[in-house]
């Protein structure tokens, strides 16, 4: 494991003073809360980028601020347009977790530079998804040295092929600085920066939404980035094929109920704000879940038999954004899952198509 302890006043000088806000406040501030829904979208309807704004949606201490999206207009991300970006300023520059869309990559520096004017440094990518990874290029030219698991960064340098044919990758928007999970030190940081009055920790997750998770602990302002494998709208989605799976979401929940205190925000990359309480049950559903359908599919019933019996209804009344998409998805994870799930290779798995 690699361990950093960088004090970055020391490596450049600010080229701008970065102006901090809501001081005497009492954080976390919600300034916008997601959308709630229902949504719903004519057939055909694409996002319409020029219309998403990215805008200030909570402020989880006087220097780190959460950047999101536009809500009832993504329609992957209908609560608020695309994942969560947060950024932490001050006289040391400027450190990013995630980048948003790519489309909307430069209302994602407007929204920055509304509060801060400091030298973007640094950036820390929690997974591979494009809504918090395809400004990865725009933000690279703005100056940011881009961190991730090293299994994130074999996903990005092999994407899925698109009608047979391999996409063409963008270096600029690759991770050059990596770090690995390892289970023998697992829950530890293996990257730490004191930046702004803050300490920073990249914790490198075991594979549970995709393969090259990563958590950001924010130690002064007592609050933890957990990115997708816990989300509050619509039903979990753990990336199989990305290397992702639903044993390792609970696993993962079960180690942010350790890291946490009672007092500790998590911010989710989808949905709202919780604490360490709130996991509980979201995990409980998910091994319920599992339980269930190792049952159904080892009395031999088929994908299509177990999609028919709606083992989401317990949940639905209490779960935003249900979707039928969102909840067949869930148990189709489920019912590849508990059959065993093939070895990641590079960050990746071949699931099966159904």
């Known amino acids: 494991m690699i361990r950093h302890a960088l004090l970055l006043a020391a490596l450049m000088a600010v080229t701008g003073p970065a102006v901090i806000t809501g001081q005497g406040e009492n954080y976390p501030i919600t300034v916008i809360p997601p959308a709630k829904g229902p949504f719903t979208f004519a057939p055909g309807y694409q996002t319409p980028w020029d219309k998403v704004e990215i805008l200030i949606k909570e402020k989880l201490a006087p220097n780190l601020y959460v950047l999101h999206g536009s809500d009832s207009l993504d329609t992957a991300h209908p609560d608020g347009s695309g994942g969560r970006a947060l950024v932490l300023f001050g006289p040391d520059g400027v450190l990013m977790v995630d980048s948003q869309n790519r489309q909307v990559a430069e209302k994602t520096l407007k929204a920055l530079r509304s509060f801060t004017d400091g030298p973007i440094r640094i950036m820390v990518n929690t997974h591979v998804h494009s809504d918090h990874t395809g400004g990865n290029s725009f933000f690279a030219k703005q100056g940011a040295l881009i961190y991730s698991q090293e299994n994130l960064r074999n996903e990005m340098l092999r994407p899925p092929s698109r009608g047979g044919a391999a996409p063409a990758i963008d270096m600029a928007a690759i991770p050059v600085a990596t770090y690995a999970f390892n289970p023998a030190t697992i829950g530890e940081p293996a990257v730490t920066f004191y930046m702004n009055g803050e300490t920073v920790d990249f914790i490198p997750m075991m594979p549970s939404h995709t393969a090259g998770d990563t958590i950001v602990r924010f130690r002064k302002a007592d609050a933890i ?130």
């Open 225 to 354: 980035y957990i990115e997708d494998f816990y989300r509050n709208f619509g039903y979990p989605f753990a990336d199989q094929a990305n290397g992702g799976s639903l044993r390792g979401m609970v696993e993962a929940t079960d180690l942010i109920a350790r890291l946490a205190g009672p007092g500790t925000t998590l911010v989710p990359g989808h949905g709202t704000l919780i604490k360490k309480d709130d996991l509980l049950p979201y995990r409980a559903m998910v091994v319920d879940i599992l339980d269930r359908v190792k049952m159904l599919r080892d009395q031999g019933k088929t994908l299509r038999e177990v999609l028919a019996l709606n083992l989401t209804a317990p949940y639905d009344a209490k779960t935003l954004g249900d979707t039928q998409q969102s909840k067949d998805r869930f148990i189709t994870e489920a019912y590849d899952e508990v059959n065993g799930l093939p070895s990641i290779v590079d960050g990746k798995r071949a699931m099966p198509v159904h």
